[in-house]
C-alpha cells in the first residue's frame, strides 16, 4: 500500500519567495497533519484536519503560514513570504478514525526546505 | 521547559550492548508512544503504553511505562546497527491520539 506522498523532496529557494509543500494522505485516512521538525524546536504539529476541515492551528508560527485541504486527499501547506528562519523539515502525516480505539499517525518523507 | 525531557540525547555504542533510553515528565498521561526516524525518512511508530506499570516487548526492545504514567524507558538488548536511529516519546496531553508532542529525542549510533 502506499504511504503518505509528500513532494518535493527537497526545496531550496531565495528569502521572499512564496513555497508550496504537497501531501497525499493514505486513502482512506481522515485526519491529516502537517509538522516541522528542526534541531532547536524538535518536531512540533502546526495543524491538523478532520474530514478536510482545520480542527487547531494553533501551531502555526505566524500569518506568513497558511494550510488548506479542499479534498481528502490532497493537503497544501503555504509560506508566503518565505524568511531563513523557515528552513526545516516538513512532515506530513494522515491517520484513520475507524478501525478502533486507537490508530497511529502514520509519516511522510518530509520536505526538507531551505531559505537562503 | 519541555513537557517531555528524553535523556540521553546521544548515545553511541558498539553492537551487542544494551542500552536504555528514558522519557520523563511531571505531567500524567493516559498514555505514551515511542517512534523511531531513520535519517531521510518520518517517524515510525514502535508502541503505545497505556496502564501505568505496563511492559511491552517488541524483539529485543522493552517498553515500560511508569507505575504513576509520567515516565517511559525503552530496553534495547543486544544493540544492533540496524537500530541506529532518533528514538522520541510522544504524549497527546488532551488523552487523544491527534495533538501529539514529541520529546526532543536519543540519538543512538551503533557501531559494528
Known amino acids: 500500500d502506499a504511504g503518505v506522498i509528500q513532494s518535493p523532496r527537497h526545496e531550496v529557494t531565495e528569502m521572499g519567495q512564496e513555497v508550496t509543500l504537497r501531501c497525499k494522505p493514505i486513502s482512506g485516512h481522515n485526519s491529516l497533519f502537517w509538522y516541522r521538525q528542526t534541531m532547536m524546536r524538535g518536531l512540533e504539529l502546526l495543524i491538523y484536519f478532520n474530514n478536510n476541515v482545520p480542527i487547531d492551528d494553533s501551531g502555526m508560527p505566524e500569518d506568513r503560514f497558511s494550510a488548506k485541504m479542499p479534498n481528502a486527499s490532497f493537503s497544501t501547506l503555504k509560506i508566503q513570504p518565505s524568511e531563513p528562519r523557515d528552513s526545516a523539515v516538513y512532515f506530513c502525516a494522515s491517520r484513520t478514525g475507524t478501525g478502533g480505539w486507537y490508530q497511529p499517525q502514520h509519516f511522510g518523507d518530509g520536505t526538507r526546505l531551505s531559505i537562503l | 521547559t519541555q513537557l517531555l525531557e528524553q535523556s540521553p540525547q546521544f548515545l553511541s555504542i558498539q553492537e551487542g550492548e544494551n542500552l536504555t533510553v528514558y522519557c520523563n515528565s511531571s505531567?500524567?498521561?493516559?498514555?505514551l508512544q515511542w517512534y523511531r526516524q531513520e535519517p531521510g525518512e518520518g517517524p515510525v511508530l514502535l508502541v503505545t503504553?497505556?496502564?501505568?506499570?505496563e511492559v511491552k516487548k517488541l524483539k529485543r526492545l522493552t517498553f515500560q511505562f511508569g507505575d504513576a504514567r509520567k515516565d517511559s524507558s525503552l530496553h534495547i538488548t543486544a544493540a544492533q546497527p540496524g537500530d541506529t536511529g532518533l528514538y522520541l516519546c510522544?504524549?497527546?496531553?488532551?488523552?487523544?491520539?491527534?495533538?501529539?508532542?514529541f520529546g526532543a529525542g536519543t540519538r543512538l549510533a551503533v557501531h559494528p
Open positions: 505531567s500524567v498521561f493516559s498514555s
Open positions: 510522544a504524549v497527546d496531553p488532551s488523552g487523544g491520539y491527534n495533538k501529539l508532542i
Open positions: 503504553v497505556v496502564t501505568g506499570g
